[in-house]
């Protein structure tokens, strides 16, 4: 697939807006038949007497020529102002900006614009300078954060406009004391079509392929005579959400002008990762072969509650930033200091927990490969037959587990890199580019993992007779090999889990 996302570039263009009231009046056009008439640089306006409050910077998007896609799902932009030195001008500490920004839309060269937006946005500004302040330095450029500007859940239209405004007063101190503006570039970051498309596929191919186990799975077990014991029923509720986050609702997005599908995707997204962190701790304790008594959800409330309570503070974050962004697609968590040190200190913290919780789940592995491996002690006294399944069945059970531990640690990474991806671009770098290859791996590991799960773990309902047990696997009555699941409660769904079970009873 080509790589996920695009950045492109834009420079805004100085209009020059005489009337009075200003919003109430036509766009103003950077380009084309109905251009603005534009200002080279300030220099010209303080000659022609134009005042700050007169002049518009609008930037189209795209750039000429081209046109918007649906397929590009969503638009991301950072916006970074050029600002010069100037003794009688300087860049005070802790500036804010205030910006009065409008959004508009049209789908041809000659309809007239539609609002989306508008609102009045505070930023602050951090800028450093490297030379030292002095009469020589003069016109030379502070060196400038990234600004978060705006961020939209998808590209319903072919052509956008921002018109963006600095209004200046002095009585109440706006937009004073934040340096000579010379500029304001913006950068546009947008999915890739090609990725998009290629995304999609993988979603519809992979949906059914889900869909099928999970009902052969599930039919499997009603044919058993026990009920379904925990790690069954976990097991399908994994599968569950796997097909949550599969259905390509996506495909709606191409016709219709869901902004909110960028937050619906983040829900979907944190429910499976909730439920896959879960399982995992599942997994593992249903095989720890201890004498806690299991196979109940309760047992797990210890290791099961902090990972609920991290998935609703995830969702909170999330409604804060893309929640808010429904209504007005300029509002930023970043803007502020609290919210920049939440949005920090949320990432960071995530990321120690995921790494802990990782370390957990190695030494939960490290436990039951011990365990098992106490209970191969017991193997050489079987006959060959009976040993040889056993070994058959304790390795492939190990295989699973480091599986497990792989899918685990890509995981955890993925969560990582994917958060400080999407904060470095609200940070001010936009450098960062990760390899779509990652994306469609690691979503196709999910969905294969899921699959060998439910493969692996779907009981069997043959139903072997004395005589073909005995007979064929030549074994006597006293060491008579168990092939049916349909058992006490206390046993679980695998015959290692049984043979685990039994002897840690015993």
């Not at 081209?66 to 300087?90: G, R, T, V, Y």
């Not at 949906?207 to 005579?225: D, E, G, K």
């Not at 803007?335 to 990782?358: D, P, R, S």
């Not at 070994?391 to 899918?407: N, S």
Request: charged fraction near 20%; proline fraction near 4%.
């Amino acid at each position: 697939a080509p790589s996920p996302t695009t950045a492109v570039p834009y420079m805004s263009v100085k209009c020059i807006d005489v009337r009075k009231n200003h919003h109430k009046t036509k766009w103003l056009m950077p380009w084309g038949p109905n251009h603005c008439k534009k200002l080279k640089d300030f220099d010209e306006a303080v000659s022609r007497q134009i005042e700050a409050n007169d002049i518009v910077f609008a930037v189209h998007i795209p750039l000429p020529s081209k046109e918007m896609s649906p397929w590009f799902q969503f638009m991301l932009f950072i916006m970074q102002l050029d600002i010069a030195f100037k003794m009688d001008n300087d860049l005070k500490e802790n500036a804010e900006i205030t910006l009065d920004v409008s959004l508009a839309y049209r789908d041809n060269m000659f309809d007239d614009w539609e609002e989306i937006a508008h609102a009045i946005e505070i930023r602050k500004l951090k800028c450093t300078f490297g030379s030292p302040k002095t009469v020589e330095s003069e016109g030379r450029h502070y060196d400038c954060d990234f600004l978060p500007f705006m961020e939209i859940g998808s590209v319903a239209h072919k052509y956008y406009l921002i018109n963006i405004r600095l209004p200046v007063n002095d009585r109440k101190g706006i937009n004073v004391g934040i340096g000579e503006i010379k500029d304001i570039r913006l950068v546009g970051i947008h999915q890739n079509g090609g990725f998009t498309k290629v995304w999609f596929a993988m979603k519809t191919f992979l949906t059914p392929s889900i869909l099928i186990i999970m009902v052969w799975y599930w039919r499997r077990i009603t044919l058993m005579t026990r009920a379904p014991v925990l790690l069954e029923k976990v097991i399908f509720a994994l599968g569950i959400s796997m097909t949550f986050i599969n259905i390509p609702v996506e495909w709606f997005s191409i016709g219709f002008d869901w902004t909110w599908m960028l937050l619906f995707g983040d829900i979907r997204q944190g429910i499976f990762y909730a439920m896959l962190l879960s399982f995992w701790i599942i997994f593992c304790g249903e095989h720890m072969m201890d004498q806690n008594e299991r196979n109940r959800l309760s047992g797990y409330w210890k290791q099961v509650g902090p990972i609920a309570v991290g998935s609703f503070c995830l969702f909170i974050f999330d409604m804060c930033e893309r929640g808010v962004q429904l209504k007005n697609p300029f509002y930023s968590i970043w803007t502020t200091e609290v919210g920049t040190e939440l949005a920090m200190a949320f990432i960071i913290v995530a990321g120690i927990c995921l790494c802990l919780y990782f370390l957990f789940l190695c030494f939960m592995v490290f436990q039951v490969f011990r365990n098992i491996s106490g209970k191969q002690s017991s193997l050489p006294a079987m006959s060959k037959a009976r040993r040889l399944h056993y070994e058959g069945l304790i390795f492939r059970f190990k295989f699973l587990m480091l599986i497990t531990l792989a899918c685990a640690a890509m995981t955890v990474i993925f969560f990582i890199v994917s958060q400080v991806t999407e904060g470095h671009w609200k940070w001010g770098d936009i450098t960062i580019q990760v390899n779509s290859a990652f994306f469609t791996g690691i979503y196709g590991m999910w969905n294969l993992y899921v699959f060998a799960l439910m493969f692996l773990y779907a009981p069997s309902h043959k139903n072997y007779g004395e005589d073909q047990s005995n007979g064929d696997l030549g074994m006597n009555s006293g060491e008579e090999l168990q092939l049916t699941t349909t058992i006490t409660h206390v046993d679980g769904p695998t015959e290692v889990y049984k043979l685990a079970r039994k002897e840690a009873q015993e």
